[in-house]
Nanobody, 123 residues
Framework: QVRLEESGGGSVQTGGSLRLSCVAS????????MGWFRQAPGKEREFIAAINWRGSGTDYADSVRGRFTILRGDGENTAYLQMNNLKPEDTAVYYC????????????????WGQGTQVTVSA
């Protein structure tokens, strides 16, 4: 397991951009696949994006495909979520997660979760 800490959330207007960061500590970052999830008030947590341990494979939810990009910087022990063309329905708390297996991350069966960072998009 690793410890994860998100940052980069904030408030933006529709069409704006944000870049979330997830810093990992306490483990070998390059061994883990990383994912991003979000949870809006009154809704269940949903999968947003995942990247494999080599950075060679990614997957996205249909709701964000083409607007969000997941990246990793192994030298910085950090995963990123670049969010462009934000919409009010993107408003949620965003969480990063990790697991050695890509499918486990995508399914939300992560070993580690961060505390979350709030993203608010106004119309």
């Amino acid at each position: 397991q690793v410890r994860l800490e998100e940052s980069g959330g904030g408030s933006v207007q529709t069409g704006g951009s944000l870049r979330l960061s997830c810093v990992a500590s306490g483990g070998t970052f390059s061994n883990f696949c990383m994912g991003w999830f979000r949870q809006a008030p009154g809704k269940e947590r949903e999968f947003i994006a995942a990247i494999n341990w080599r950075g060679s494979g990614t997957d996205y939810a249909d709701s964000v495909r083409g607007r969000f990009t997941i990246l990793r910087g192994d030298g910085e022990n950090t995963a990123y979520l670049q969010m462009n063309n934000l919409k009010p329905e993107d408003t949620a708390v965003y969480y990063c997660a990790s697991h050695r297996w890509f499918d486990y991350v995508k399914r939300g069966l992560a070993d580690s979760w961060g505390q979350g960072t709030q993203v608010t998009v106004s119309a």
